[in-house]
């Protein structure tokens, strides 16, 4: 009920920050003046923050609050950095998350961050061409060693004809070791080239 509350007053006042709520005069830009001076813009290709502070905060309420429309938002400050550097590509593929954990959380927070870039870039988003078919544990309390292995052989792809030129659209990336996993599902299934874009980098060792 308050998830619907909230998207209403979303709707008859779009500009809130996606960190506090607090109603922003900052349009087209997904955090008020406060949050985005907090805020560090990642300075290369494939990202648009790092993670922590503000960024965070806005992530947790989009993933584990229940928040799902936050997706459109977030998802359009991507489609923002993907348009600079992406260039043409045959599709936009979500970073899928286990069937088991969509279901736990009622939706895919990668494929509503995909829509507004496949949009963007005039591509389609393909929402069933990538399946995880292992359920992996939290990627964030392991090592960078135990996050290659965990995710290894998680994805699959459906095959792929006439080498389609890719972007991968995950939330957040710590060692790229799940983007890894996904691009190389991807190749494996005839993919041409694959290229990434997540919301947030985590910089490792910094605080949060
Ligand atoms: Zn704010």
């Known amino acids: 009920m308050q998830a619907i509350v909230s998207g209403l007053l979303d709707l008859i006042a779009p500009h809130r920050c996606a960190a506090c709520d607090r109603a922003s005069d900052m349009e087209g830009w997904v955090l ?3 949050c985005d001076a907090l805020v560090e813009r990642h300075d290369s290709t494939g990202a648009v923050f790092e993670y922590g502070g ?3 905060a806005a992530i947790r309420r989009f993933k584990y609050e229940g928040r799902s429309e936050l997706g ?3 998802g359009a400050q991507m489609a923002e950095e993907a348009l600079v550097w992406a260039g043409r590509v045959d599709g936009v593929v979500p970073v899928p998350l286990h069937w088991r954990r969509r279901r736990a959380r009622g939706y895919d ?5 995909a829509k507004p870039v496949a949009r963007a870039l005039e591509a389609p988003a ?4 990538l399946h995880r078919i292992r359920n992996t544990p939290s990627q964030v309390n392991l090592p960078h060693a135990a996050r290659l292995q965990n995710v290894q052989g998680a994805f699959q792809s459906r095959a792929l004809a006439g080498s389609p030129r890719l972007l991968l659209v995950d939330d957040v990336r710590t060692t790229g070791a799940t983007l890894a996993a ?3 599902a991807l190749r494996a299934a005839g993919a041409g080239d694959v290229q990434a874009l ?3 980098v985590r910089v490792l060792g910094r605080a949060t």
Do not use: Y
């Open 32 to 34: 008020c003046r406060p």
């Open 54 to 56: 503000p960024v965070a």
């Open 72 to 74: 459109r938002a977030l």
């Open 109 to 113: 927070q990668a494929a509503l961050l």
């Open 126 to 129: 393909w929402f069933r061409c």
């Open 182 to 184: 996904a691009a190389d």
């Open 198 to 200: 997540v919301l947030a």
